[in-house]
């Protein structure tokens, strides 16, 4: 909590730090205050309001599936999505041997360096065939 709202929600520690106030500052203190306090009100009953309109809708909603003859479990059902699986690896499709490690490449993505460094020289793709 800041400074500002210690001093501002403790007694003492509040009477203190208006005490060089005026009564016509302390009263226009007050009245901003109170006009802080109404809008705060005023937002509350808003929010109540909405709330209680959401409420009846779905109130509203529910009468209406039991009529029907649904349930909350019945839609549950529907609404899930299962997680997508993920895929299997691509097998690999390209190998190279480069100094005893065998280097292999599926065929997608970003051609490997020694690939790209082989096909420069004069060999083709179909040389590395699996």
């Known amino acids: 909590m800041s400074d500002f709202l210690e001093i501002l929600t403790h007694g003492r520690r509040f009477k203190a730090a208006v005490k060089e106030l005026s009564v016509e500052d302390l ?7 109170d006009k802080i306090i109404s809008e705060r009100e ?15 809708q779905i ?4 009468k ?6 649904l349930s909350i479990d019945d ?17 690999a ?16 993505g970003r051609m490997p360096t020694v690939f790209k460094n082989e096909l420069d020289n004069g060999r083709t793709m179909d040389d590395f065939l699996i």
């Open 27 to 33: 009263k226009e203190l007050a009245a901003k205050l």
């Open 59 to 62: 109130d509203e909603i529910r």
């Open 64 to 69: 209406q599936m039991e009529a029907v003859g």
């Open 93 to 108: 499709k390209y190998t190279i041997d480069v100094n005893g490690e065998t280097i292999t490449w599926t065929g997608q």
């Open 42 to 56: 005023s937002e509350a009953e808003a929010v109540n309001a909405a709330m209680a309109e959401r409420n009846a």
């Open 75 to 91: 839609l549950g059902s529907t609404a899930i999505k299962p997680a997508p699986k993920k895929r299997a690896p691509r097998p």
